[in-house]
């Protein structure tokens, strides 16, 4: 896989580094003939054979009853266990609370979804084509803007150690998109864009006066009581207790990378864990908090590109929410991060009743092959757990 395509799949996945998994081919078991809390440890377990040093994951079934699982180590030196509340980096899960506090906002007629970015940002999206007099909000978060994503990354262990602690500004980040042309006309298209995001979270700076991080904080974190959900700014280290994130660069070149600064620091640095990123997404889809018409809204979805179906097999992306095929029948709603090591995908149905998310503390391969297997095994643990699947009966 050439770099250009390794790039160009971690940007669609909202990773701010190369996303990889190290994997052979997953052996299907037979359905059915476990309990639910049987097949999570089975799917969890798998996961860690694929080579992913640390998995946890974590189901909340109806009524709020919770399975738990983990396998793996939190650490290669010390092989001590991966933990069940271990913290990990939200990544672009995160999207998710910047796309709910924007409808907050659109309901309370502060804002408008029809809005263009230059209303509120005038002459902030221009050059080479890119005209912010065309874009509105709903664009910007539904992926289709049509503005270019140049995010820094890294591809190699030399260049992680360059590089993990620059601190680039949203304007740094958005002056590097505007140095490209459109990928496609304002409407027109599908491309995962992370810099539409860094320029919501600027919108929601110009509409409310306080950074998106404080207004997260305030409208979601706080009143759902998601205290191990935080916004560590520009701060390379993650609260305790934890499973360190590693990197497979290359045959026999696993690194820690664990110590970083997230690129697109004000989007991308929310910590969490499988707790509170189940609460969150049953919240939302249970009505907690949206009114049914900014909900229906953030439910109206368009396909992925075609990159991207790779990834997610029938996915179709609405506003800051995935929406992915159950095996069983119907859909469900998610939106997976990585960044750094750390990959997790989640699901929720549709009335917020259950939910699953899965964490994983290491990215390894680096072949597109890799990249799909490890994507394919965890969205399995998250298929299975929302099918609630149970034992056959003689």
Known sequence: MTS???????IALGIVTLLAAEVGTAVAQPAGRLSPAGQLRQDTEAIHALGVSGVQARVVAPGGRESVATSGTADLNTGRPVRSDGYFRMASTSKTLVATVVLQLDAENRLSLDDTVDHWLPGVVRGNGNDGSRITIRQLLQHTSGIHDDLPGYTTPEEYYQQRHIVYSPEQLVARAMAHAPDFPPGEGWNYSNTGYALLCAIIRKATGQPAHQEIEDRVLRPLGLNHTRWRGTSPTLPRPHAKAYQLFGPGSVVDVTDQIPVDYENLSFVTTTRDENAFLRALLAGRLLPPRQLAEMKHTVPVSAEVQQLWPGGRYGLGLAERPLS?????????????????????????????????????GDTLEHILAQEKAASALIDDALCARV???P
């Open 4 to 10: 250009a395509l390794r790039k160009h799949l971690a």
């Open 328 to 364: 069983c029948g119907g859909t469900y709603w998610s939106h997976e991060g990585g960044d750094g090591g750390y990959i997790t995908l989640n699901g929720v149905t549709d009335d917020g009743g259950r939910s699953a998310v899965v964490s994983m503390s290491e990215a390894r």
């Open 391 to 393: 034992p056959n009966t």
